[in-house]
């Protein structure tokens, strides 16, 4: 069965550094999405992506984000300057129409 | 600062009993709304979904109900197992859009006792 792939499944990092995080998204699928959950909370809205540009964004997704497809597999979340605040489980999913969307096993970043 | 989270409600069945878990959304313009599963450490699995033309919907185990009056969503789980415990949440999305991004409830924490 596809699956929603993401790597790394652990992110380390100092506060300023940039990171990225990787996400494969199910072949067929024509919608990408970014999500983040802060540990012991909900699942949030970062950004969704189709047709090669943002679609929506939420007010968290501010200047240190971007999101970018660079091939025709990969789907990555950039942060350039992290900070504290940023240390969340971050999802990705995907979907073919506008409709379930399927999400990753997540990556935790630790900012420290 | 330090961040508290958020105490999530916790339903403790039986295994073998039948489980409900309710939700509470918050547009009255969503019209399609969907359940996940989130084990510990792993992504939100998709369970079932609904559209808000529908009531009711039945998979394997699972009957998710809609009541658009009250905005209010149940997942239903018959004869609950062990391998059922995990994080519920709800989700609702308003379609109509080049995308639809989904917003998520607060999860109820499902704990299944042998």
């Known amino acids: 069965e596809p699956e929603v792939t993401q790597t790394p499944s652990h992110q380390v990092t100092q506060m300023g550094q940039e990171v990225i995080l990787r996400c494969v998204p199910i072949s067929n699928h024509l919608y990408f999405y970014w999500y983040r959950q802060i540990l012991g909370q909900k699942v949030e809205f970062l950004v969704s992506?189709?047709?090669?540009?943002?679609?929506?964004k939420s007010e968290i997704f501010d200047d240190q984000f971007s999101v970018e497809r660079p091939d025709g597999s990969n789907f990555t979340l950039k942060i350039r300057s992290t900070k504290l605040e940023d240390s969340a489980m971050y999802f990705c999913a995907s979907s073919y129409v506008t409709d379930t969307q399927y999400f990753g096993p997540g990556t935790r970043l630790t900012v420290l | 600062g330090e961040s508290v989270g958020l105490h999530l409600p916790t339903l403790s069945v039986q295994e073998g009993d039948n489980s409900i878990i309710n939700c509470a959304y918050s547009?009255?313009?969503?019209?399609?709304f969907i359940w996940y599963k989130q084990e510990s450490g792993k992504g939100p699995q998709f369970i079932i979904d609904i559209r808000s033309n529908m009531d009711k919907r039945q998979g394997q185990r699972v009957t998710v109900l809609l009541n658009k009056t009250v905005k209010h969503l149940s997942l239903q789980i018959a004869a609950t197992q062990p391998g059922d415990s995990a994080v519920y949440f709800c989700a609702e999305n308003k379609s109509g859009g080049a995308t639809n991004k989904l917003i998520f409830g607060t999860g109820t924490l499902l704990a299944v006792q042998p």
């Open positions: 992506f189709y047709n090669n540009e943002i679609s929506e």
């Open positions: 547009n009255s313009a969503s019209d399609y």
